[in-house]
């Protein structure tokens, strides 16, 4: 059957296909930037034994490009079906990955490039309409954001090796208000997840509408120098602070404070980013913690963390309108004044430093500078169907696994909308994580 198209719809289906050369591109700018920086040896090596070998993601993500776009939207025949197994996920653990027989650096780069170019061919004829797949431009935009997903795992790894800095980026905005206090939010209704986001995920959808008590969250994340707070009032040895599963990981990990910090002769603490050492800069908010040191500190700050729904609901409602946003601000795109998304810096910014992307109620950086962990376990919305596989999520649900929200300063903006959900084990910390805090309302303030 031929589909006739108007002029607008046309139009639109040209500025659909500009949009997705453009992320695609965006993507493999950052993957080469995050590969071409090293030298094979620090490419094939395993830097923690929880993270691939960088030279595996820079494959992967060339063979589900492969699997995606070239052969199943696009039709063509495979590229490279001898590598299949080498680079499916649930094939082989991380730990595992070092003895496979991988594609060399030269053979990835080879490999990804012309994968790529099949893909600028399959774009150019895609229709982007029709299927469920290509319906405005689905896979493409599903493809864009595994991409970025494994630019962020791959900037996670680039912390955890050691040796000498090789990644730049100017440093953060400074802070423009000051942000202290909680926002109290109102109890009702309000719609959870999407049914209108061409790119949502599987789990993101079906749109729902919520019934939340009304509740009060943190209008910013929580700062190192409140989590110092912690620590000097003993917060790593108070098992009394702690879940009991919690405090046996923090006994057996030895956490004594966020992963990359140390602290000198002299008391003062430091962080180690990518290479190079500061001060722990007090205003910022605090990074690379595990869903257990934050659940501790919620305890000791006489809070709790935010569930999924409310941490959404502060992220997306607008109270004035009774609209769910895509975004805090809105629904238009990130901007480098809403958001500190895209590696665009190498840290959190300041609390503060992005006014302008505070929500309607006015609950500030709930985008980008850290991922923030929930209360809530990874679990399907009612009326949930898996698509486009099963692998991408319904695999996890019901596993041991906590929500995080709204990306960090090393997630992309395709990636990072109001309802994407991240999920990680409590224990991780190698994840840019920090968390805010929430809590019940007292009578009076209902």
Excluded at 52 to 79: F, K, M
Excluded at 208 to 224: K, L, W
Excluded at 330 to 345: F, I, K, V
Excluded at 363 to 391: C, K, M
Aim: aromatic content about 10%; glycine content about 8%; hydrophobic content about 35%.
């Amino acid at each position: 059957m031929t589909i006739h198209l108007s002029g607008t719809d046309r139009a639109e289906t040209e500025r659909l296909r500009e949009r997705i050369a453009e992320v695609l591109a965006r993507a493999r700018t950052r993957t080469i930037g995050l590969t071409d920086c090293l030298d094979e040896a620090e490419l094939v090596a395993q830097h923690s034994r929880i993270m691939s070998p960088l030279v595996w993601d820079l494959a992967h993500i060339g063979n589900q490009e492969e699997l995606w776009l070239v052969r199943d939207v696009g039709g063509r025949e495979p590229v490279r079906a001898d590598i299949d197994e080498l680079y499916d996920a649930f094939k082989h653990a991380r730990a595992n990955r070092p003895a496979l027989p991988l594609l060399s650096p030269v053979e990835a780069r080879s490999y990804v490039g012309t994968v790529r170019d099949k893909v600028w061919d399959v774009l150019e004829r895609s229709p982007l309409h029709g299927g469920d797949l290509v319906a405005e431009g689905f896979a493409f935009g599903m493809i864009a954001q595994h991409e970025q997903q494994h630019d962020e795992t791959m900037l996670a790894t680039h912390q955890l090796r050691t040796g000498e800095a090789v990644l730049s980026a100017p440093p953060t905005p400074a802070s423009r208000v000051a942000v202290r206090g909680e926002i109290v939010i109102p109890a009702g209704e309000f719609t959870m997840g999407t049914d209108t986001d061409p790119w949502a995920l599987d789990n993101e959808r079906p749109a729902h509408q919520v019934y939340v008590p009304g509740f009060a969250i943190d209008a910013a994340p929580v700062t190192n120098e409140r989590y110092l707070e912690f620590m000097a009032d003993g917060g790593y040895e108070r098992p009394e602070l702690w879940s009991e599963r919690g405090w046996a990981h923090r006994v057996e990990a030895g956490l004594i404070a966020p992963q990359f910090w140390e602290q000198d002769g002299g008391g003062r603490w430091w962080r180690r980013s990518f290479g190079t050492m500061a001060p722990v800069r007090p205003h910022q908010p605090v990074v690379h913690v595990c869903w257990f040191e934050a659940e501790a500190f919620a305890t000791w700050a006489g809070k709790r963390l935010p569930t999924e729904r409310e941490w959404e609901k502060a992220a997306r409602f607008d109270p004035n309108t009774g609209v769910s946003h895509r975004y805090p601000w809105g629904d238009d795109e990130p901007s480098e004044r809403t958001a500190n998304l895209g590696q665009r810096h190498l840290e959190p910014a300041d609390v503060g430093a992005y006014p302008e992307g505070a929500s309607p109620s006015g609950v500030h950086q709930l985008i980008g500078d850290v991922w923030e962990w929930t209360a809530s376990g990874f679990e399907p919305y009612p009326g949930f169907r898996a698509f486009p596989y099963r692998e991408y999520s319904e695999v996890f649900f019901g596993g041991d696994y906590k929500v995080l929200r709204g990306g960090s300063f090393g997630a992309d903006a395709v990636a990072s909308r109001g309802t994407f959900r991240n999920w990680d084990h409590p224990i991780r910390r190698q994840i840019f994580s920090g968390f805010r805090l929430a809590r019940d309302l007292r009578p009076e303030e209902r």
